[in-house]
């Protein structure tokens, strides 16, 4: 996996530029200098996408791709570490319900001691 890197105002306005000032997620809304722009990575990072940023959107349309790519990233790891024969944490099992081991129930419901 790549180190994650940032951009630079200059690599950052280039982008901008490139896209024409829209959002690059496809749904054409221009993005102003006081919208909150998101520096995206269009193939993410967990994929094995560049380390820094290659588009600019606006923060709900990343919202919206980022819990998409969380989903793949998740299911890519489950797949490698399945390959790999890496067994994950399994949960504890739910405990029952408390009851004396010194105690023992007949099948008519009386409880005597063992
Ligand atoms: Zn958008």
New binding site residues.
Partial sequence: MNKRQYLTPTEKLAILVKQDWR???????PIWPVHRIEWEHTLPIGLGGPSKPDAA??Y??HKIKTKGDKRRIAKAKRMRNKFLGIVTRKKKPIPSRPFSTCLRKKMNGEVVAR
């Fill in positions: 959002c690059s997620c496809g749904c054409g809304r959107m606006l709900l349309c």
